[in-house]
């Protein structure tokens, strides 16, 4: 039996905090400062944590060797599964030729790579984020964004700020269902307290975007467009998630935005367009013109494969009893050496050592599903498409293991204790635990690259902080998530996910260092917003 402890260094809350957060420090120093390989980055850290639980928390070494493997399979289906399927129907969409097509059906839509980048990024991958998450929206969209003839490293900051305002009700609003199961709060009161925090970032992202792809002079040439897609998703953000359903907060945001996007196109477009994609290009001329011969027809294929994932994904997720026959599939796997013998802070046998087999379910099941659909349309050969399959896994093996290696480490900080000292810690810090409040959330997702892992760490700590500080619970536990939300893009996990989709594997450091900035600065703006909230801007409550 092991049931993790909080202060294990000296009865020292301070003391275990610093030793616990050594794991995450070796990480970031060496991607971010050392810029060493990410897959050597993530098995330094893991091998930091299990040193940690076994000599600093006194987790018995096979519970701790036990663990990391619990993770690693976690790190292999889904998240892995998810990543290597999204890739293989890109790659089946270039294989056909068909991708050409797809960068002249965006030129129609408009010429512009700034609006170009809001359309894929923030509206179609809030819809992926919504229907799919677990990384496909930033695999996906990185890809594309390439396709179209964005340089890897802007589009994989792009696509990494865009996957933030729709994060908190992602996957049908997961991570809020799951913090309301955790703490008894209705997950309806959550979502709505969410639902006037992460507007703000709504509104925001779409400039960010256009500063990344353009900066400056691309905000100034492009603020109508940024402006009404960020304040159209925002709105029906809050709207949904207040008085509509939440589950389906992000589908109606991200359909509220593009529609309302393509409504500005249809009398305005930027004048500075050609200059733009050449400066984005780095050439001197300006870019042919898009085919405007290009009829329905080649359109309608050019689009085929993500029109499938959007059907597919949502007959899966939004038709209950397709949903329940795929769920019934699951198979739960007591995890050998952890399942009876980890105990919770309760002293009851802990629910994380089970192991959920989504082997149907899972969304890379489903996107490979859609690839096989993609195949046959496009007249692949069964052949071409497995071998196609094939060499995505092996183009994987770095990228997939810097994933295992991170779930891995996740696993173990979590279930030896390390992750609860951290937050713990973090809530001891009494009436200003308002204003930090989000930072719980940023580190749990950070760690673990989901919000729902950081809401199932921290939601109940929040709510229990809350109580004590004398603040809404509600408001602290969607602080927490909220928070996470502006921690997914600096995660190990989806860092190497996206550096693998848009070409640069191995240069996660580098697009940390790019991101890290836009992480801080709006995870600033989450934290005086939540205690704002908690004081004079009470009244923006439910």
Request: proline share 6%; net charge neutral; with cysteine.
């Amino acid at each position: 039996m092991y049931q993790p402890v909080t202060a294990p260094v000296a009865d020292s809350l301070g003391l275990s905090a610093l030793l616990a957060a050594v794991p995450l420090l070796v990480v970031f120093v060496l991607l971010g400062a050392l810029r060493v390989k990410a897959h050597w980055a993530g098995l330094s850290g893991l091998a930091a944590a299990l040193l940690i639980a076994v000599l600093g928390y006194g987790m018995p070494t096979g519970m701790a060797l036990m663990s990391a493997a619990q993770g690693a399979a976690f790190g292999v289906l889904p998240i892995l599964w998810i990543v290597i399927t999204a890739i293989w129907l890109y790659q089946l969409t270039v294989r056909s030729g068909h991708f050409e097509d797809l960068r002249a059906t965006f030129s129609l839509l408009s010429p512009d790579p700034r609006i170009q980048a809001v359309v894929i990024a923030f509206c179609f991958g809030g819809l992926l984020e919504a229907l799919a998450g677990f990384g496909a929206p930033v695999a996906i969209t990185g890809m594309m964004l390439v396709a179209i003839g964005f340089p890897p490293l802007r589009a994989a900051i792009a696509v990494l700020l865009a996957n933030t305002a729709p994060v908190a009700f992602g996957a049908l609003s997961t991570p809020i269902i799951t913090a309301g199961e955790l703490t008894g709060i209705p997950f309806e009161h959550i979502g709505a307290v969410v639902g006037r925090q992460t507007p703000l970032l709504a509104l925001v992202v779409p400039f960010l975007l256009v500063f990344v792809v353009d900066g400056r002079r691309g905000v100034r040439r492009t603020w109508p467009a940024a402006l009404v897609t960020g304040a159209a998703f925002a709105l029906a953000q809050f709207v949904c998630a207040n008085y509509i359903s939440v589950p389906l907060t992000d589908i109606v945001s991200a359909l509220a935005g593009a529609v309302a996007l393509l409504a500005l196109l249809r009398f305005w477009q930027p004048a500075d367009s050609d200059a733009a994609r050449s400066r984005l290009a780095g050439e001197d001329a300006a870019s042919p013109a898009p085919d405007q011969r290009l009829g329905a027809g080649r359109v309608l294929l050019a689009l085929f494969p993500y029109l499938l994932v959007i059907a597919v994904f949502s007959v899966a997720k939004l038709w209950g009893p397709v949903e329940d026959a795929l769920a019934a599939t699951d198979v739960e796997i007591p995890w050998p050496g952890l399942h009876e013998a980890l105990l919770s802070a309760s002293g009851e046998p802990s629910d994380t050592a089970v192991f959920t087999l989504s082997w149907l379910s899972s969304p890379g099941s489903l996107l490979l599903l859609c690839g096989f659909g993609v195949a046959l349309v496009y007249r692949l050969k069964l052949r071409t498409a497995l071998a196609e399959l094939g060499s995505t896994v092996v183009s994987m093996r770095w990228s997939g293991l810097t994933i295992v290696s991170v779930l891995a480490l996740a696993y173990v900080m979590n279930q030896s204790g390390q992750t609860t000292t951290i937050g713990t810690a973090i809530a001891g810090i009494g009436s200003a635990f308002a204003f930090f409040s989000p930072v719980l959330g940023w580190v749990g997702v950070a760690v673990t690259g989901s919000d729902t892992s950081a809401n199932a760490l921290f939601a109940s700590l929040q709510q229990v902080a809350a109580e004590r500080v004398g603040v809404d619970p509600a408001l602290l536990v969607a602080a927490n998530t909220a928070g996470g939300v502006v921690g997914k893009m600096i995660s190990p996990q989806n860092l190497a996910i996206v550096a693998t989709a848009v070409g640069m594997a191995g240069a996660e450091s580098t697009i940390l260092r790019a991101v890290l900035k836009w992480s801080l600065g709006l995870l600033l703006v989450l934290c005086a917003l939540i205690y704002l909230q908690s004081t004079v801007l009470s009244w923006m409550l439910p």
